[in-house]
Structure formats: C-alpha cells, structure tokens
C-alpha cells in the first residue's frame, strides 16, 4: 500500500520537475535579448568563442537536443554566467541559498512553538475570552503586511531603542569562514576564542527577521489548529473519554492532540512556499544576504541567467519540501494512502 502511494507521488515528482525545467529552460527564448548571452551569460564574446558557445549550448540543433543538453549541464552544475557580476551562477546559489533556507527554518520553528500551543489553547476555550484574544491577535496579525512590519520593529526596535541591529547577518568584528553557508553552524564548527560572542552576534541579527517572517506562518498554525482541534473534540470517542470522566487536559493531551496534528503536519509543508516568497521581501528591508534579495535585484538588473538559477533552486526546495511533508504525513496516517492519484 505504502509502495503504491510511494510511486504515485515520485511520479508525480518527476512529472514537477520535468514542467520546471521546461520552463526554465523556454525562458532563454521568451527573455529579450540574444539567445547565446541567455543560455550562457557570455558578453561581448569574440567570433571564435561564439562558435565555442554554439556548440556547447547546441543552438543549431532542435529544441529536443538543446533541451537534453540543458539538463545534462544543470545535473553537470553549469548554470551559466551572472551578467552583472560574470561569475558562475550556480556558485551564487550555493553560496545564497544557505541564508534563505536558515532564516526560513528558524522562522518556521518560531511559527510552531507560538502557533500550535496558542491553536490548542484557543479550542480548549472554545468562545471564552482566550479564544476570542488569540482569534483576536491572529487577525490582527494575518491582515498586517509583511513589509510595514518590518518598517515599523526596524523604527522602533533598531532606530528608537537601538536594542537590534538593522541589517546583515553578523557585525563587521567578527570574520566567519564560510564552510556550511549556515551562519550559526559555521561559527559552532569553528573553534573561535570569541565563538560565544559571534554566536550570540549572529542570533542578534536573526532576531527581528525572523519575527516578521515567522508572523504570516503562526496566524495560519494557529487559524488552522485552532479548526482541526474543534473537529477533533467533536468527535464520537472524545465524547465518549469525557462521559468516562475524563478532565480538559487528559482529553486534548492524550487523545484529540495527536489526531489534530496530523492535518497539521502537511500544512506546515505548504507553508515554505509561503516562507520563500516573503523572505524575498524581508531579506531586502533586512539587507539579508539571501537568495531572495539576489534574485530581486537580478530582476532590476535584467540579469537572465540569475533569474533563471535562482528561479530553479527555489522551485526544487519547495517542490521537495512538498512532498517531503507529503510523505511524512502519510507516515503517520495511512488513511492519507488512499487519496486521490494527482492529490498533492
């Protein structure tokens, strides 16, 4: 049963990546400009190295042939040049991307921590005054833009209080090595005499980042708790273990919890696509070294290649990440099995 819906979903995968691809790789024709400087990133190339490009990038052949030349060079890392900065584009992506997901991680575990107890307190108190703060809150919270958050604890935390930095993701002082691209893993697999003092300097600079892109994610947990829990105590066993004398906190803890959670759980899988798409506002107000503001300001600067590199490595973390918490929700519950075929 679980090797059925195994295939069914990897299928499903590969189909996914077969339609990015394509389109990333149909952007090299849709993109002004000349097709060679598109595919490569190559300027003002000289005659010979234009027939050098030409051959490697098979502009001569069908479509079908460039389309299996181009995949065989993003397995082979070749992703082409940056136009603004000439460098590779896939070194950028490596070196970027870590600050992304870092910061998406954290702001996801944040969102857990405070959406999935305030979820379970609101239902516990279904139409009391903790019900109606937390449902209050979330409103608020849900209906506040990602981008006027962040002005507003830049100016009152940073420029009035100057309690938080405003930018970056450590002080100048301190010079990490790059082995991981993770900040906080760098630091700890260094043995610096003032490894404390960074670590402490990096969490510092993580803070007020990670609140505001952590405040979308909590309203959904806990929105979303909040709706599984009711359904779950209005079921019949519940009804049962309370007519048994069971108290509020033996019911939800040992078995409303449990079931609740699991619808949860693959909420929280589409929730990165949600923490992608605003990181890219917040690492541009932050001035985070991330993936996001690279691609945003790529985009300023018509940089084609970047745009296409950058596009790709979101779409495969988000897709994986889909079916990631896809996969582990079925794990849980084997009635997920024998869902619909196309159901993601």
């Known amino acids: 049963m679980f090797a059925d819906f195994l295939f069914r979903r990897l299928s499903l995968l590969l189909f996914m990546l077969f339609a990015l691809t394509a389109f990333t790789f149909a952007l090299n024709y849709l993109f002004p400009g000349d097709l060679l ?3 490569s990133g190559e300027l003002n190339a000289s005659f010979s190295q234009t027939q050098i490009l030409q051959q490697k990038y098979h502009i001569d052949d069908s479509l079908l042939v460039q389309y299996q030349a181009f995949l065989i060079r993003l ?3 070749d992703w082409g040049l940056s136009l603004s900065s000439g460098q590779e584009v896939f070194g950028h992506v490596k070196q970027l991307f870590p600050a992304t997901i870092e910061l998406c991680v954290y702001a996801l575990i944040v ?5 999935i107890p305030a979820g379970v307190i609101a239902s516990a108190y279904h139409n009391k005054w903790p019900d109606k703060v937390i449902s209050s809150l979330t409103l608020l919270g849900f209906s506040i833009p990602v981008f006027w958050l962040a002005l507003l604890l830049i100016m009152i935390f940073c420029l009035s209080f100057g309690w938080f930095p405003m930018s970056g993701r450590i002080g100048l002082l301190y010079e990490i090595p790059p082995v991981t691209n993770f900040i906080l893993l760098d630091i700890w697999l260094h043995d610096f ?3 404390g003092q960074a670590f402490a300097d990096a969490l510092h600079h993580l803070t007020l980042p990670t609140v505001v892109l952590a405040m979308y994610p909590t309203t959904v947990l806990v ?3 909040r709706d599984s829990m009711l359904t779950v105590l209005e079921q019949n066993y519940i009804k049962t273990a309370r007519a048994k004398g069971l108290n509020r906190r033996q019911l939800i803890l040992d078995h409303a919890l449990r079931n609740a959670l699991l619808p949860v759980i693959k909420q929280i899988g589409l929730q990165f696509s949600t923490l992608i798409t ?4 917040t690492e ?3 001035s985070w070294p991330g993936i996001g503001r690279w691609m945003i300001e790529s985009i300023y600067q018509r940089d084609y290649p970047a745009i296409q590199g950058g596009l790709l490595a979101v779409s495969f973390f988000v897709i994986f990440a889909n079916m990631l918490a896809d996969v582990i929700h079925t794990l849980l519950d084997p009635l997920a099995r024998n869902q619909a075929h196309g159901k993601v």
């Open 37 to 39: 400087t598109n595919f």
């Open 75 to 77: 397995f082979q890392g």
């Open 111 to 115: 969102a857990l921590c405070l959406g």
């Open 193 to 195: 005499p003032y490894g």
């Open 223 to 225: 929105r979303f708790t």
């Open 278 to 281: 605003l990181a890219m506002v």
């Open 284 to 286: 541009v107000i932050f």
